[in-house]
């Protein structure tokens, strides 16, 4: 496979039950040049069904994976932490990096993140500028300096 396929942009899922973060975020990408699809999934298992094409009714494995998922903690139903073990718990889906989004800097969701398979954790910022900041910095490390692993056919 070329270098190419790998800054090809694939989808990001946002997982996060307030459209506000998101609507903030979606600018924020768009302001630092981070051009590629993004999904919203206001709940857990909304998510999880996007995965698995259960929406769309494919067959699992056949739509595009996302190159990442932005996953909150805080939400109603399934939580951040349920939403983290069933992807890491999961051959198809444990690949992919999952980057924790809260407003929690709680120690122990912290290591309680990272015990469970994530690949990063970070505070959403409540200003926009410092917004901007982290995900100018997200955008360089994810899609300029780290390799994200490929979707097998």
Not at 21 to 47: I, N
């Amino acid at each position: 496979m070329s270098d190419d396929a790998y800054f090809r942009p694939r989808p990001i899922i946002v997982v996060d039950d307030n459209e506000d973060d998101y609507e903030a975020l979606t600018r924020a990408f768009k302001k630092v040049g981070l051009y590629c699809p993004v999904t919203l999934c206001t709940s857990g298992q909304m998510a999880l069904d996007t995965l698995k094409n259960e929406s769309t009714g494919m067959p699992q494995g056949k739509a595009e994976l996302p190159s990442l998922i932005l996953l909150d903690l805080n939400m109603p139903g399934l939580d951040g932490f349920q939403v983290l073990k069933k992807l890491k718990g999961d051959d198809i889906f444990k690949v992919i990096p999952v980057i924790i989004w809260t407003t929690s800097s709680n120690k122990k969701d912290i290591d309680l993140c990272y015990r469970h398979g994530a690949n990063a954790y970070m505070q959403k910022p409540v200003i926009f500028d410092q917004l901007l900041e982290s995900v100018k910095r997200f955008k360089e490390y994810w899609f300029e300096t780290a390799f994200l692993p490929e979707q097998e056919s």
